[in-house]
Each structure stands twice: as C-alpha cells, then as structure tokens.
C-alpha cells in the first residue's frame, strides 16, 4: 500500500551511545525524515559529523533537543561554524529547545568566547511549550516529559500517513513516559545503565532490561534501544534476541523506514501543495 505521495517517515540514527566519547558512535542524534522535512532530536558531541554523510545541515527543517545535557545538545556549536560571520544566515535553522533552553544557550555562547550573539545569527533558537503541539514541515510533535536529573522531555512524531515514532529521551522508570509513548510504531527508549544500582537513588536512566519492559508496556509495534555505552552491545543483543524480534540495540547509521499501524493509516492527498514557508 502507498500513501500516495511516495513518503515514508524514516530514522536514521547518527548517535546511540552514552555521554562518555566512544569511537563506535557518538552521543544523542536521530535523523527523522518525511519527504523533504527533516528533523534532528537531539545534537550531542559528534553528531554533525554523522549527519553531514548523509544531509547538508542546512537541509534541516529543524533541530529539537529534549533536555539540556552536554550529550544531547553541545555539537550545536560545531554546527554554528558551518553558517557565516558578519551576516545573518539567508536560512536561520529553527532550534527548538526545552524551557529553560535560551538561557543555557546563552551562557554556551558566552562561554566558547567566540564573539557576542554566537548562535544568534545562525539559529533561530526557541523554547517550545511542552504541552502544545510543534509542528516541523508536515510532521507533528508532542513532547513527553522525562524522569530525569535536569528537566527532560521526550517527544512523538506523526508523520501525515499516520506513521508514530516516539523517542523516550533519557528518562528512568516511569509510568507517565510509558502512556505518553503509547502505541509508537517505533520507539527510540533509552538504556543509558548498566544496573539500576548504579543510578541515583531518584532515577533518571534504565537498564536494558527495564528498557524493553517501558517499550513492552507502551505496545510499541517495534523498538530499538538507544543510548547505551558501546561496550555492552553484545549483551543488550542477547536480552533483546531473549525479548523477541520486535527489540534490537542501535547501531551507527541504522535507518528504519516506519509504516503506520492498519489501526492508523491515513491517506495521505497527493494533489496537496507542499506548504509554503510563512513570510514572516
Ligand atoms: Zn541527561
Ligand atoms: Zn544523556
């Protein structure tokens, strides 16, 4: 079945291991793409560099990072340096942060010493509201608030025909997580700890084992494991090879293309115009 313009909704991932610098992949960093909408969540250290192999960063319709951590947004620097000085981009890139966002951005800015304003002729950087819905190019967002040290969120993302990614963002147990992710047709849920004794005594990560259960519980059609340390792959392949071929870890580049659920199709009008940018 198609959906009558061709489009799918699709992933690539561009990072899935922990904070701490790993060779195999970097940090937070999920391409997701409608036709010619493409959104990155989340930006952490080494994420551009992926992302380059496979869009011009100036092709992104938007950057949306769900919690300030340095593994989730910090390659936004790096990413200034592909925009000119002196002048303000012809295409500002839309940088949705978390509230709280702009005045950590700011100090960011102040902080590499650059020169005053770093980010400010590049991006446009915004904190969207939690409980409203985003809209990026055709695709829809609601975001999803996080069990987490610093104030997170996770997000999921409709695409025109139907088709639910959610992406846990790093979160520890938690049942509102679960209901706010329900019925992804693919879930990105972190697995950022080895043992939960390893957590604070407040949790803010998952093992892999209560990784699959969030993913279980939520009715994910399918899921994919993210935000583990490389180290421990075989391992997380032998709990999701255990859990069934619905699970599996990330891997640097992976893509999945996601269908949506019978229960979900819609058509999708292929005489629809593309819409055309606001003019303001
Ligand atoms: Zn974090
Ligand atoms: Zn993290």
């Known amino acids: 079945m198609t959906d009558g313009t061709g489009a799918r909704l699709r992933l690539t991932v561009l990072g899935c291991s922990t904070a701490a610098p790993h060779p195999v992949t970097p940090t937070a960093g ?13 930006c952490g250290q080494g994420v551009i560099r992926n992302l380059q ?7 992104l319709a938007g950057i949306v990072i769900g919690h300030m951590h340095a593994d989730h947004y910090l390659d936004i620097v790096g990413l200034r340096y592909l925009y000119p000085w002196g002048e ?16 950590r ?32 190019g055709e695709l829809r967002l609601r975001f999803v608030r996080g069990r987490h040290y610093v104030p997170a ?3 999921v993302i409709e695409a025109p ?24 047709d693919l879930l990105l849920v972190e697995s950022a700890l080895w043992s939960a004794a390893h957590d604070d005594p407040e949790r803010g990560h998952l093992t892999p084992e209560e990784a699959i259960e969030l993913a279980q519980r939520s009715g994910a059609r399918s899921a994919v494991l993210v935000h583990y340390g490389p180290s ?28 949506p659920s019978a229960a979900r199709t819609r058509p999708v009008d292929p005489v629809s115009p593309a819409p055309s940018p606001s003019p303001a």
Request: aromatic share 8%.
């Open 232 to 259: 421990r792959k075989e391992a997380i392949d032998e709990l999701c090879a255990a859990a069934g071929p619905w699970v599996r870890p990330a891997v640097d580049g992976l893509t999945i293309t996601v269908r």
């Open 161 to 184: 025909d139907g088709a639910r990614l959610a992406y846990t963002g790093d979160t520890g147990p938690s049942a509102s997580v679960e209901a706010g992710v329900r019925d992804a």
């Open 105 to 136: 951005l700011d100090a960011l800015s102040k902080a590499v010493s650059e020169r005053d304003g770093f980010f400010d002729a590049a991006f446009t950087a915004n904190e969207y509201d939690p409980d409203a819905e985003l809209s990026i």
């Open 30 to 42: 999920f391409l997701v793409e409608w036709d010619r909408t493409a959104v990155l969540l989340d």
């Open 88 to 103: 303000p981009a012809p295409v500002p890139l839309p940088v949705h942060l978390p509230p709280g966002g702009r005045a």
């Open 153 to 155: 969120w996770g997000v």
């Open 53 to 59: 192999r496979v869009l011009d960063p100036h092709d």
